[in-house]
């Protein structure tokens, strides 16, 4: 079964330090992955895609992908209580008929 | 990104009952998915709606309970039948296509409560 896995946290961090947010992934045939930020009561918002390996650098937020080792992380330097949300990995398997498989989701709490 | 608008953004029902959610988008779109998100949940694919064919569904849910349609590119309903309490829940529709990596955007959801 395809698997995504992340830590449920919650991640406590204090304010103006890096948080680092981990997914593991389970299918080889997975292409694209995708970083999604919810605050309670919102609907998921895109933060950031990756799918070649290393890194990819948005703002603060910066995706890493590895994928010999099956695993995505997001990094958010410099954090804000703004930050406090719930964060979503999913990825994508073109030919699974375009259908993410999502983490169950990381709770982070910047700490002001 | 599109601009993806549902409605309604929140409804109390009565079980036995059952409430269409209307899904809307500025521009057209290749995919468009329904979703339900329990309370402190991650999201759970109900189904594909398919432009002008039936909807694909996942394991778990089935076109009696969970009827979809999708006339056009732009727009899809997802109706919740038959209503009990344990289909409370936040509904979400998204949508993909167009994008570099056919990445998904989530409407505001829908937010229902069945007594």
């Known amino acids: 079964q395809k698997e995504v896995e992340q830590n449920s946290g919650p991640l406590s961090v204090p304010e103006g330090a890096i948080a680092s947010l981990n997914c593991t992934y389970s299918?080889?045939?997975?292409?694209?992955f995708f970083w999604y930020r919810q605050y309670s009561g919102k609907s998921p918002e895109l933060i950031m895609f990756?799918?070649s390996n290393g890194d990819k650098e948005d703002g603060r937020f910066t995706a890493q992908l590895n994928k010999a080792s099956q695993y995505v992380s997001l990094l958010i330097r410099d954090s804000q209580p703004s930050d406090s949300a719930t964060y979503l990995c999913?990825?994508?398997?073109?030919?699974?008929?375009?259908?993410?498989?999502w983490g169950l989701g990381t709770s982070l709490a910047v700490n002001p | 990104s599109a601009v993806i608008s549902q409605k309604p953004s929140r409804d109390i029902c009565q079980r036995g009952t059952s409430l269409t959610i209307q899904c809307q988008v500025d521009?057209?779109?290749?995919?468009m998915f329904w979703y339900r998100q329990q309370p402190g949940q991650s999201l759970t694919l109900i189904a594909t709606?398919?432009?002008?064919?039936?909807?694909?569904?996942e394991s778990g849910f089935v076109i009696d309970k969970f009827p979809i349609s999708r006339p056009n590119l732009t727009f899809s309903t997802l109706t919740v039948s038959n209503m009990s309490p344990e289909d409370s829940s936040i509904y979400l529709c998204?949508?993909?296509?167009?994008?570099?990596?056919?990445?998904?955007?989530f409407g505001p959801g829908t937010r229902l409560t069945v007594l």
């Open positions: 299918d080889r045939g997975s292409q694209s």
């Open positions: 709606a398919n432009q002008g064919s039936e909807a694909t569904y």
């Open positions: 999913a990825a994508l398997n073109a030919g699974n008929n375009r259908k993410l498989i």
């Open positions: 990756i799918y």
């Open positions: 998204s949508v993909a296509g167009g994008g570099v990596v056919d990445e998904q955007f």
């Open positions: 521009s057209q779109v290749t995919m």
